[in-house]
């Protein structure tokens, strides 16, 4: 069979979609309505009574409170800090995913930063065959994925971990939400477990797409709490302390917004409510300290808690010299397609 004749022959061309060019031009145009900071607000947030309502305002005398480094500076030295986070690694196969977890855990003393870390591994299988009488491979259940399991090991693990490095009377960073994914419930226990030696317990969230407070106060106005956030708070300010309640699972926190640079994204402080009701003033001192510790690590384009940021940095590292992908592949697990392009990982 003859090839045809092609009468309109594909050429090597770049289309440009004209959608590209309003795109950006509009958020050139948006970016104008905002490119001056917000003055420090002093209007009530107006929301409906409380009784019944997700979300209560603590301080309803201001929309913003600033914030003083000085002070904070000064907080960091008066109280023991630690901070945790974590770094992991996830090796897709065919017969299931190997998770490489390093929990990382750094106390700041006088001069020096010193870390404790941890290695775990996690392989997830929905297979009983593979699992076998194995004691440390984890099954999943058919209709979830293995990421759902890793979650539980991983709350577990960090619970352990916690509970037996961090030092009594302490204020603990720990990077991520309180309340917010299916960990709530574990993290909660944590957080109460610590409490009874006297350890202080601060959530900080890089990232969120939560509307609990915009929705309330400016319905499709806002993308999201930390827009509202960035667009109502001047720089050095925090939001007032807000009161959450998830009505189907019960659990309580308290948490604000904090803008440390003018065009940065803030972020989100939660902790248990019994750390403010028994030490309002500790908790705005700690305040203060976050954002001592935030321009103290100096990223204006990643902005972060210092210690936070420096346990992400062993966390990484180790995982780095573990080199778990190495180990994987010399086990004979056949990867997935992807895992063999990209070596994706968490």
Not at 98 to 107: E, I, K, N, Q
Request: aromatic share 10%.
């Amino acid at each position: 069979m003859k090839k045809p004749k092609d009468k309109t022959p594909l050429k090597s061309a770049l289309i440009v979609n004209p959608n590209w060019n309003k795109t950006i031009g509009e958020l050139k145009k948006k970016r104008v309505l905002f490119i001056s900071e917000p003055v420090e607000g002093k209007t009530n947030i107006s929301l409906p009574p409380d009784d019944g309502k997700k979300i209560q305002i603590l301080e309803k005398d201001s929309i913003s409170h600033d914030l003083n480094a000085h002070n904070g500076k000064d907080v960091a030295l008066s109280y023991q800090l630690e901070a945790y986070d974590e770094s992991y690694y996830k090796y897709a196969a065919l017969s299931g995913a190997a998770y490489f977890t390093c929990h990382t855990l750094v106390r700041l003393d006088s001069d020096d930063y010193v870390s404790m870390c941890e290695l775990t591994a996690n392989y997830i299988t929905r297979s009983e065959e593979v699992v076998g009488d194995s004691e440390v491979f984890s099954l999943a259940s058919a209709d979830s994925s293995t990421g759902a399991k890793f979650n539980e090991n991983y709350s577990e693990e960090r619970k352990n971990f916690l509970k037996t490095n961090v030092s009594d009377n302490t204020i603990l960073i720990i990077d991520g939400p309180l309340i917010g994914n299916q960990l709530s419930s574990r993290t909660i226990r944590l957080v109460k477990d610590l409490k009874e030696r006297n350890v202080a317990t601060f959530f900080v969230t890089k990232n969120s797409d939560s509307m609990l407070l915009s929705n309330e106060i400016a319905p499709k106005k806002y993308h999201s709490d930390l827009d509202w956030a960035s667009k109502n708070l001047p720089s050095g300010h925090r939001s007032s302390f807000i009161k959450y309640k998830d009505l189907n699972a019960g659990h309580t926190e308290i948490f604000c917004y904090l803008k440390t640079y003018a065009y940065a994204s803030p972020l989100r402080i939660s902790f248990y409510p019994t750390i403010y009701n028994e030490n309002k003033d500790l908790v705005k001192e700690v305040m203060d300290m976050l954002y001592f510790l935030i321009l103290d690590d100096g990223n204006q384009n990643n902005p972060q808690v210092r210690l936070i940021r420096i346990a992400e940095l062993f966390a990484k590292d180790i995982i780095k010299i573990a080199n778990p992908d190495r180990q994987v592949r010399m086990s004979g697990l056949i990867p997935t397609v992807n895992q063999s392009r990209f070596g994706r990982s968490l």
